[in-house]
């Protein structure tokens, strides 16, 4: 079996993850990683293994033995990172949200099909087994006609600094708010004709807590809420007219509970054993390369637009700006 190096642009929180996700992988391994200080990223490679530490990322690209760089840096740089991968010819895993705009999107998108390059948006529920397994339920008629969906996602998590940044594209929409987003448009589809939100802010001006709904022409609704100030749930239930199914954990699907219209439980399925879930994007973008492709067909360049759009419709409605805009 062909070892795939993986390179880690960053060395955050999310950058550690992947980490360890990658060393838990057989078919791929952590590489390198870069960091804007060479320190930063010794640190990293000492603690997490990895052969070759970057101190800059132009450095990291520059290597000819990193075949996938997975971006884990703030919002505000995905765009950045994303066109000098792109433009290095370097095959692109890029964490969500996947720029701070549709704009920004649209314009790494267009860059990699000029150049051929592989790019993929890494919200990892979109490559997770679950998904398949929410889909199967929900349209196997066990719980009715579907009608509604809910889906929340919190954390108390406000006083992170990149997160209370306007510069970094902070606010809980686009850290915790594309999750119940995503799981929406993943199960309901975009076909959406109205959407009323609401947001509360914190003094920097991004959004701190926020509610969207979304309504289809076929009467189904979808009721979302997010937040960086409160502890939710968590949970997605989607409802019809027999009974509803409960989905544990939005952010890293756990389980999934069949209920009548009794509210008795009917069945539940648990997660397949994982390394840590991230490991589900990872082979999707193995696959492409393996195959020739240019993106997941899990996560489609159109889709990752769509949710940007969605985003920043939303943004607008709240007036949400970034001083990079």
């Given amino acids: 079996m062909k070892q795939w190096n993986v390179a880690i642009l960053g060395t955050g929180a999310i950058a550690a993850v992947m980490a360890d996700t990658l060393n838990g992988m057989e078919e791929a391994r952590l590489y390198a990683v870069g960091s804007r200080t060479l320190d930063r990223a010794r640190a990293f490679a000492e603690k997490y293994g990895a052969e070759k530490a970057c101190g800059s990322y132009e450095e990291l690209v520059a290597d000819p033995q990193v075949e996938l760089v997975y971006i884990a840096t703030p919002h505000s740089e995905h765009w950045a990172n994303a066109l000098l991968c792109i433009r290095a010819g370097k095959p692109v895993l890029c964490e969500k949200a996947f720029t701070a705009n549709a704009a920004q999107a649209r314009e790494v998108f267009a860059e990699a099909e000029r150049r051929g390059v592989f790019i993929t948006e890494a919200i990892w529920t979109r490559y997770m087994p679950m998904l398949a397994t929410i889909r199967e339920e929900m349209n196997s008629g066990s719980i009715g006609q579907v009608r509604m969906l809910t889906g929340n996602l919190g954390y108390s998590i406000a006083d992170v600094p990149r997160l209370r940044d306007p510069k970094l594209a902070g606010g809980a ?153």
């Fill in 173 to 325: 929409l686009l850290d915790v708010g594309v999750y119940p987003l995503n799981f929406a448009l993943a199960l309901f589809g975009h076909g959406y004709d109205r959407v009323e939100s609401s947001c509360s802010k914190l003094p920097t001006g991004v959004d701190a807590q926020n509610s969207v709904t979304l309504y289809y022409p076929d009467g189904r609704v979808a009721q979302l809420n997010s937040s960086l100030e409160a502890c939710l749930d968590r949970q997605g239930v989607i409802h019809g007219t027999k009974g509803y199914i409960r989905i544990e954990n939005i952010n890293n699907f756990e389980s999934l509970s069949v209920y009548d219209g009794q509210h008795q439980l009917v069945r539940r399925v648990e997660r397949p054993t994982q390394i840590t879930g991230y490991e589900y994007e990872v082979r999707a973008c193995l696959r492409a390369l393996e195959a020739g492709e240019l993106s997941c067909p899990e996560m489609p360049h159109e889709e990752s637009v769509r949710v940007m759009e969605l985003m920043d419709s939303l943004r607008a409605a709240w007036g949400v700006r970034y001083p990079f805009e």
